[in-house]
């Protein structure tokens, strides 16, 4: 399988999330993820650390509600008809971005496994060398996961599925923090993630 075509679309979804986002303030959410925390990053078979989940804004759309990090500051609203982006960023009061998170989801083009959109990730993203992989459970719902640096200066960290026949996926990425460091950010997030 080439993967050219969940390539493409993957690539296409962060190009027009960045070049389209639209503001929100995502304060209603359907459900409280933070009263009943429903997803997290699956610790190994010997290990059971609690996350605390994200506190921040209410991030949702009509698969996922989930919350941003606390302080991070919230947009949304980039919809198609096939796409919907919701981004998050923790922004200095200068204007600055150390971290930028975004979540994508849309139909599905092919039906892959998640070896397969690991793998299409990888490729597309440009990791630089090549990403550690791995696969997490978020609320009963197995994800990839892509960590490493994109053109060995961007750490990311970026997970994804297909859940009820849309492609979700969220990337979290920065020039200033870690791949861990991300890893832990995410893991927030996911503490406070709930399919709907």
């Known amino acids: 399988m080439s993967g050219g075509p969940v390539r ?4 296409a979804r962060v190009l027009a999330a960045t070049l389209l986002a639209g503001c929100g303030d995502g304060d209603s959410p359907k459900t409280d993820p933070s009263t009943s925390p429903g997803g997290s990053a699956s610790p190994g078979p010997s290990e059971t650390p609690t996350v605390e989940p994200a506190t921040g804004k209410v991030l949702q759309n009509n698969h ?19 796409v919907s982006t919701v981004y ?22 092919l039906d892959e496994s998640l070896d397969e959109l690991a793998r299409a990730k990888a490729r597309s993203d440009g990791f630089e060398p090549k ?15 892509v960590t490493g640096k ?31 460091e991300l890893r832990g950010i995410l893991d927030s997030v996911l503490a406070a993630w709930q399919w709907a």
């Open 8 to 11: 493409s679309y993957a690539v």
């Open 64 to 82: 996922f509600t989930t919350r941003a990090p606390a302080g991070w500051r919230v947009k949304s609203g980039m919809t198609t008809a096939t």
């Open 88 to 109: 998050a960023g923790d922004e200095a009061k200068d204007g600055t971005v150390s971290a930028f998170m975004s979540i994508a989801d849309g139909p599905a083009l």
């Open 131 to 145: 990403p550690e992989v791995d696969t997490v459970q978020v609320d009963g719902v197995e994800m990839y996961q």
């Open 150 to 180: 994109v053109h060995r200066s961007t750490s990311v960290v970026a997970i994804g599925t297909i859940h009820d026949d849309n492609l979700v996926e969220l990337r979290i990425e920065s020039d200033v923090r870690s791949p861990e």
